[in-house]
């Protein structure tokens, strides 16, 4: 879950968590409406708003970002030994504690990698392209792959084959954290059929799976409700 920091009365750093159980994840909205999917294990120190000239957040673990662009203000993800500076675009770092290898994958647009410590830069990526750091040779390779191969583990656990809402939106709840309540409970029962990428928007993601469900949702204070008639036919799907 998010939280400032503690022992202080300006507003300190966010961080939010990814469980560390298989499949899970966890959807953050930035302050500057970038966004940002952690993998099971992850996590993301990132301020309550960007004020200066730069964006900067802290990743461990591994994550997607999807950088909103604003000329004049660059976005900066401290992963391990490595920065990565980018204006807008998405891409995936995988930079987890103990392991030997800090791994950058540019799915489009362009984004400059340099170490932490001395400034050296290492790279400039472009889509399909990869970056390998070695942490202990402090040495780099530059490779071209299919992005959207470094990207699989998004979709995991996002294709639901006629699932009960219910447990859709107990999933959804944890992913994007937010309560979500149905008016009617015989609503929790109503099978689904969807199928999303994993990068989609919390709003994006409750539009399809209600016009699957023939339902509404409205924020309120405590959440999201799901209300309306539900369940007109049992085999509606939909597909992103």
Known sequence: ????????SVPGPMLAEAP??????????????????LREGSTLLYPVAFNGNEREVT??????FDVREQPGKPFRIRSGKLVTTVLG??????????QEHVTVTVNSGKVKIEE??????????????????????????????????????LKKGMDFNSVPFGDIAEQIA????????FASESLRNCRIRATFEGTETLDQVLFVLCTVGNTTYTHSEKGIVISGEGCMETNSSIVR
């Open 174 to 181: 944890g992913q994007y954290q937010v309560k979500i309540e």
């Open 89 to 98: 675009t998405a891409f995936t770092i995988k930079a987890y504690p103990g």
């Open 20 to 37: 560390a159980k298989p499949d899970s994840k966890r959807f953050i909205q930035l302050p500057d409406s970038s966004t940002v999917v």
């Open 116 to 153: 932490h410590d001395s400034n050296k830069l290492l790279g400039i990526l472009q889509q399909d392209q990869q970056i390998i750091y070695e942490n202990s040779a402090a040495v780099a390779e530059t490779r071209r792959v299919k992005a959207e191969e470094s990207v699989t583990w």
């Open 1 to 8: 879950m998010s939280r400032p920091s503690a022992g202080t």
């Open 59 to 64: 990743l461990t673990g591994e994550g997607y």
